[in-house]
């Protein structure tokens, strides 16, 4: 999908892909992340309204099946379109507090994420997210500051590794929990953002893949 692309378009500005921390490197990140946000929104704009529909709204012209389908596959969709904007302020503006932006962003993903009912499984969580949502679940409990949603956030990406459907998907979801929970600690404890890969390499002594 189109938004997808934004991942790589938005990493290209952290400190592991150009330089930082200078007046001119911040101007121009901010610059370049102002205008992918303003392309985010477009693309925003021309979506399709049939996914934003929910499954009752969808129950009334297919059946309560496919409608339940539609809606997981929508939220998915809409989740992982809606965390770039959480990604480009804690690439961008990860020293600020959240915009007014960054807070729709994360309500946006939270809600759309508790919509995406995923699979039943045999464990205390009863069903777990699809597994395409691992980066999405990573950056939102980074910068999520509810703790009830970031233990969700940290409990469901434990979760993904066993999800049939997907499982080479998410073969880093474990350590991805596992660093999740750490770094939001260290993050409490400094009042801070702090940089997931430099943290991953304290902790594990390697950088894997989440975003």
């Given at each position: 999908?189109?938004?997808?692309?934004?991942?790589?378009?938005?990493?290209?500005?952290?400190?592991?892909?150009?330089?930082?921390?200078?007046?001119?490197?911040?101007?121009?990140?901010?610059?370049?992340c102002k205008q992918l946000e303003s392309e985010l929104?477009?693309?925003?704009?021309?979506?399709?309204?049939?996914?934003?529909?929910?499954?009752?709204?969808?129950?009334?012209?297919?059946?309560?099946?496919?409608?339940?389908?539609?809606?997981?596959?929508?939220?998915?969709?809409?989740?992982?379109?809606?965390?770039?904007?959480?990604?480009?302020?804690?690439?961008?503006?990860?020293?600020?507090?959240?915009?007014?932006?960054?807070?729709?962003?994360?309500?946006?993903?939270?809600?759309?994420?508790?919509?995406?009912?995923?699979?039943?499984?045999?464990?205390?969580?009863?069903?777990?997210?699809?597994?395409?949502?691992?980066s999405p679940l990573f950056l939102f409990g980074t910068?999520?500051?509810?703790?009830s949603q970031r233990t969700w956030a940290i409990e469901?990406?434990?979760?993904?590794?066993?999800?049939?459907?997907?499982?080479?998907?998410?073969?880093?979801?474990?350590?991805?929990?596992?660093?999740?929970?750490?770094?939001?600690?260290?993050?409490?404890?400094?009042?801070?953002?702090?940089?997931?890969?430099?943290?991953?390499?304290?902790?594990?002594?390697?950088?894997?893949?989440?975003?």
């Amino acid at each position: 999908m189109t938004s997808q692309g934004y991942y790589r378009r938005i990493s290209a500005h952290n400190k592991h892909h150009r330089s930082r921390f200078t007046s001119e490197d911040e101007f121009e990140v901010v610059i370049a992340c102002k205008q992918l946000e303003s392309e985010l929104f477009e693309l925003w704009d021309v979506r399709p309204a049939v996914i934003s529909l929910t499954k009752e709204q969808l129950t009334q012209v297919l059946s309560h099946g496919v409608a339940v389908q539609l809606e997981d596959i929508f939220s998915v969709y809409l989740a992982s379109f809606w965390v770039l904007f959480v990604y480009l302020h804690r690439i961008s503006w990860w020293h600020l507090p959240h915009s007014a932006l960054a807070k729709r962003a994360l309500n946006e993903v939270w809600e759309y994420m508790q919509r995406a009912d995923g699979e039943e499984v045999n464990s205390p969580l009863r069903r777990v997210i699809h597994p395409s949502l691992l980066s999405p679940l990573f950056l939102f409990g980074t910068e999520c500051q509810d703790v009830s949603q970031r233990t969700w956030a940290i409990e469901h990406t434990e979760t993904l590794h066993p999800f049939r459907l997907s499982s080479g998907a998410t073969r880093n979801a474990k350590r991805a929990a596992a660093l999740l929970r750490e770094l939001t600690k260290e993050q409490d404890a400094r009042q801070a953002g702090i940089d997931d890969r430099d943290f991953s390499m304290k902790l594990f002594g390697c950088y894997f893949s989440i975003v």
